[in-house]
């Protein structure tokens, strides 16, 4: 199983960028997590199948509507970790 930390930046918080992340994820059958950090990003961390992770990076690249995406530091996991779901932390 693969695994994929994303930091995302821009305009990404405040525009249902989370919960939009989840839904995507969701429909992937991804494992994981997004949540809002302290300096303004997004952190997204998803496990499951290698393909399933990509498209979800092709999608947080620009995000839901309301959202502008600047940047998207992509960190792959080795073994991921025991998730369950996908959590909006």
Do not use: C
Not at 26 to 48: Q, T
Not at 70 to 85: F, H, K, Q, W
Request: aromatic letters at 8%.
């Amino acid at each position: 199983m693969a695994a994929a930390r994303f930091l995302v930046r821009g305009k990404v918080q405040g525009v249902f960028f989370r919960a939009s992340a989840r839904e995507q994820a969701v429909k992937l059958g991804l494992r994981g997590y997004a949540k809002n950090l302290f300096d303004g990003r997004v952190e997204v961390l998803a496990a499951g199948d290698a393909d399933r992770i990509e498209t979800l990076a092709q999608w947080l690249r620009h995000g839901p509507p309301m959202a502008q995406v600047y940047a998207v530091e992509r960190s792959d996991i080795g073994d991921a970790p025991p998730l369950d779901g996908f959590e909006i932390l």
